[in-house]
């Protein structure tokens, strides 16, 4: 299949700083990149969808201006978080998507945030 | 989307087939059955997907019921490594996936 990778595999950053988690499509062109976190022991949550060249929809509940999205090309998306609190430690999955119809998503494998 | 349910564990032996179940009785007509399984601390890895007909492919197959209200995934010839919560997602094409609970599927030796 398709291979999206995702950097870095894990981080720790102190609390306040701002930490930026990379997903790239290497094989294919993504019209379409989701941002997912999960919590331990539960499922993934959708935290926002982007497409190339416009702004992230993002979900209810989820700050737009805390977890800033860039998605400005076919195979690059970012995710920034800002001002990040303990609270934000989470495992962050990006996944990507082409632009046929029926077409499966491919994920990343993962980033462990850490706030201490 | 349709709402899926899966049993929240299975068990299965190491060489024998793994057979999950999935209902989604509210399936509509241009919904897709997509299953995704996710190692431990890894991110989730597609499996196959099916509209209506069975399907198959290397990892696995997936059989849809002919009223499309069910489903199975099986795995058959489970490995250690095959241990891990599997999920069925029920979507149009071309949506975004939501997860579920999923199945954890724990193959033991």
């Known amino acids: 299949g398709a291979v999206v990778s995702q950097h870095p595999s894990w981080v720790i950053c102190k609390s306040g700083t701002s930490v930026k988690i990379e997903c790239r499509s290497l094989d294919f062109q993504a019209t379409t990149m989701f941002w997912y976190r999960q919590f331990p022991k539960q499922s993934l949550m959708l935290m926002a969808t982007?497409?190339?060249?416009?702004?992230?929809?993002?979900e209810q509940g989820v700050e737009k201006d805390k977890f800033l999205i860039n998605h400005a090309s076919l195979t690059l998306s970012t995710l920034t978080v800002t001002s990040a609190h303990p609270e934000d430690s989470s495992f962050y999955i990006c996944?990507?998507?082409?632009?046929?119809?029926?077409?499966?998503?491919?994920f990343g494998q993962g980033t462990r945030l850490t706030v201490v | 989307d349709a709402k899926t349910t899966q049993p929240p564990s299975m068990d299965c032996a190491e060489g024998r087939a793994a057979n999950l179940p999935c209902n989604h009785s509210t399936i509509s007509g241009n919904e897709y059955v997509y299953w995704y399984r996710q190692i431990h601390s890894q991110g989730p890895q597609y499996i196959i997907h099916g509209l209506k007909n069975n399907e198959t492919n290397e990892m696995a197959s997936l059989i849809i019921t002919e009223d499309r209200k069910s489903s199975t995934l099986i795995l058959p010839h489970a490995t250690l490594r095959d241990t891990a919560v599997y999920y069925c997602?029920?979507?149009?094409?071309?949506?975004?996936?939501?997860f579920g609970k999923g199945t954890m599927l724990l193959v033991s030796p």
């Open positions: 982007s497409n190339e060249g416009s702004k992230a929809t993002y």
């Open positions: 996944s990507a998507r082409a632009g046929d119809l029926n077409t499966e998503a491919f």
């Open positions: 997602i029920v979507v149009p094409g071309y949506s975004t996936l939501t």
